[in-house]
């Protein structure tokens, strides 16, 4: 999931340090981003993020790649490519 440190770090290219209190402390001259950045690359970030989803629902359901080479070897590659099109086929890209 994203939140606010992913969105800083984007904004400022990253070395930050959080402390426990929920403080952030910036390194090498970075300048702290403004609340409205912050929100803007918050949002962006979500959409990708969710855009993405048919990407982590697909990969558990994707046989490991010593068992598609096995496939393949076995079947050839129209039976891997049927195999994998089904996955593909079950999470469509939006």
Known sequence: MINRMDAIR???GGGLTSKVNGEII???GQTPP????IQSKLTEL???YDAKQYQRDR???YPSIPDQLD???HS???????D???VKDKYPKP
Not at 34 to 37: G, I, P, S, V
Not at 76 to 82: A, D, L, R
Request: a negative charge; glycine letters at 4%; charged letters at 40%.
């Open 76 to 82: 050839g590659i129209n039976e891997w490519k049927k």
């Open 10 to 12: 984007e904004l400022v």
């Open 84 to 86: 994998i099109k089904a």
């Open 46 to 48: 979500q959409a990708d």
């Open 34 to 37: 403004t609340e409205d950045a």
């Open 71 to 73: 496939k393949i070897y």
């Open 26 to 28: 910036y390194h090498d």
């Open 59 to 61: 990969q558990p359901e």
